[in-house]
Every structure is written in C-alpha cells, then in structure tokens.
C-alpha cells in the first residue's frame, strides 16, 4: 500500500541538540509539506517543498531546516535554535503543488525535551 | 488576510443526532476546502472536499455546506456515531497558499 511513513514515533531531544525527523512517501508525489501540531492549535506550515532540490519556508520555518535530495524523501531538523520545539510533527504530502490538492499525512513523530 | 475560523472548539453530541462544525475564511482566492479527520496519536485523513462552483457535496452521513457571497463553508455529520469522535479540521486552500482551521474536537455519547 502506499502511503507515508514518519519516523521515529516518539523523540527526545537534549538541549543544544539538533535532531531529524524521517519522512518517506511511496506515492510518487511531487510535493510535501512538514506541520507542527500544538494542543488547541491548528497544523501549522514549517516549510514546503514543491519539487527536489526546491524548498520553501512556510509561516513557522524559524529553528527548523529541511532538504529534498530525493523525491521520496523530505527529512526534517528541529535545530537547537528551535527554543520550544515539543509538539506533535506531521508530514503530508500531494500529487502536485499547492494549496488545491489534497493532502495525505503520516501518522507524526511526537518531538519532547528530555 | 489568511485566517481560517473554526468553530465550535468543542462538541459533543448523542449518537444518531446531526454534529455542525463551521469554518469562515477571508482569503478570496482560497479554491479547495477540504476536511479533514484525526484520530488520536494519528495524522489527519482527507474526509469530505468541496470546490466553490457548487454549494454542497454529500457523501454518505457528511456533507459540507458552502456559502461563497459569506465565504464561509460547514461540516455536517448525520446520524452521528460514537466512531466519529475525532478532531476535525477545515482547510482552505489556493496555488500557494494552505490554512488549516483550529480543530473542532468531537465527542459522540452512545
């Protein structure tokens, strides 16, 4: 079946640490999106990518950093500048680009502070 | 402006009853309004999608209303069931411009 796979599930991450988050999809999309998801709070936008090699910072990019060497694959770092980085981090992805196309998810990796 | 309104925050409803979540928008060139549904310790999944040429779409037990002149657009679950109690989402949508709705936690009481 194809789907997204985020892993891991659960994260800890020490001060002054980066950390990367894993996201794999086998849908043979072209674009993929990394959220960040707060009690109360809607999914909010960290960064996009639209093509390989291409990114764009979305509205919360601040202390995180992504690459998309391959199209299967959008791994994300939660940097140590990334002051209050515990949340709930949700990949997605769509067959084309932009906001007009359905999204699928994976199931999130749960990021806390040790 | 990009904000998406959802409301209510929370709800709970007895199963069979009929469950209304509402999202307002502000962006006029928002063109795809999808929901979404999550379950606990889950990512969402795309439940129900609407374009602004029509005014309702209708699959099974959820339809989604959508009044473009008040560019505002709801959810409508019919003959609730208790396996609906999730977190729902609005979404609205353009080439390059995605906003998702706060989230509307629902509880379906047996």
């Known amino acids: 079946d194809g789907g997204i796979t985020q892993s891991p599930k659960y994260l800890f991450r020490k001060e002054g640490q980066n950390v990367t988050l894993s996201c794999e999809q086998n849908?043979?999309?072209?674009?993929m999106y990394w959220y960040r998801q707060d009690p109360g709070q809607g999914l909010r936008l960290i960064y996009y990518?639209?093509?390989?090699?291409?990114?764009q910072k979305g509205d919360i990019a601040e202390g995180y950093s992504v690459s998309r060497e391959k199209k299967e694959s959008f791994p994300l770092t939660v940097t140590s500048a990334q002051k209050n980085p515990t949340a709930f981090y949700l990949c997605?992805?769509?067959?084309?680009?932009?906001?007009?196309?359905?999204?699928?998810f994976g199931d999130g990796t749960r990021l806390s502070i040790l | 402006q990009q904000q998406v309104k959802q409301s209510p925050q929370s709800l709970i409803v007895q199963k069979g009853g009929i469950s209304i979540i509402n999202c307002a928008y502000e962006?006029?060139?928002?063109?795809?309004f999808p929901w979404y549904q999550q379950f606990p310790g889950k990512g969402p999944a795309l439940l129900i999608a609407?374009?602004?040429?029509?005014s309702e779409k209708k699959e099974g037990r959820f339809t989604i209303s959508f009044n473009k002149s008040a560019k505002q657009f709801s959810l409508h679950i019919m003959d609730s069931q208790p396996g609906d109690s999730a977190t729902y989402f609005c979404?609205?949508?353009?080439?390059?411009?995605?906003?998702f709705g706060a989230g509307t936690r629902l509880a379906v009481h047996p």
């Open positions: 997605a992805s769509s067959k084309a680009r932009g906001g007009d196309q359905p999204q699928h």
């Open positions: 849908l043979n999309h072209d674009a």
């Open positions: 990518s639209q093509i390989v090699n291409d990114f």
């Open positions: 962006n006029t060139a928002f063109d795809y």
């Open positions: 609407i374009r602004p040429d029509v």
């Open positions: 979404f609205g949508g353009g080439y390059n411009k995605l906003i």
